[in-house]
């Protein structure tokens, strides 16, 4: 896991490329090749928009996964989970209600889900597939939140066990209410990267 140091990310298309390098009299410049130039997609937080992305080129992603307690996971997600969820959204899905019926959630249990799809494996064996979890959380500081510790912890076990037994070439990038320091500290110490 790596940690990132904010939630954005500069985006540049490869079609500007020769327009992002100057030339003087001294110096001749290298103008990268199309796909050199790295961009992140932010907040897909549908995966039924990856495979076009995916298929495009684009290897860096940043989904929000958002945590809720278990009481929001019954009445948006329609689950029973013990100590919460993580459903990917940017906004607050509480606003969702009560036409929650009617709005669908991927979690990051279904971003492992998808990354392991024969449909999709693919896409993650060769080039590493970089995925930003910009975590949301809105109840105070989550380092001191033993239920939402335990559903991070219980998707950081499932994550290393699917990259190691899939064989998949994805890294988790620490990003918002994960990123380690000032009252996060506990970040730090609880999600190192595991030994490659």
Not at 55 to 75: E, I, W
Not at 112 to 139: E, G, Y
Request: positive net charge.
């Amino acid at each position: 896991w790596r940690a990132a140091c904010c939630c954005c990310a500069l985006a540049l298309a490869c079609a500007a490329a020769p327009l992002c390098f100057e030339r003087d009299s001294q110096t001749t410049a290298r103008v990268p090749a199309p796909g050199e130039i790295s961009y992140q997609i932010h907040s897909y937080n549908d995966l039924r928009q990856w495979p076009q992305l995916l298929r495009r080129g684009v290897r860096h992603f940043k989904v929000d996964p958002t945590y809720l307690n278990s009481s929001m996971c019954a009445q948006i997600l329609h689950v029973n989970a013990e100590d919460g969820c993580l459903p990917l959204t940017h906004d607050n899905p509480v606003a969702a209600l009560p036409q929650s019926a009617a709005v669908r959630f991927d979690t990051l249990q279904s971003l492992l889900d998808f990354v392991t799809l024969p449909s999709n494996r693919h896409f993650f064996t060769t080039d590493r597939v970089s995925i930003a979890l910009c975590l949301k959380f809105r109840d105070g500081n989550i380092c001191g939140n033993r239920r939402a510790m335990a559903v991070l912890r219980q998707f950081f076990a499932a994550a290393t066990q699917t990259i190691f037994q899939a064989g998949v070439n994805v890294e988790f990038i620490l990003d918002g209410a994960l990123t380690p320091g000032y009252v996060r500290g506990c970040m730090r110490s609880e999600f190192q990267a595991p030994p490659m």
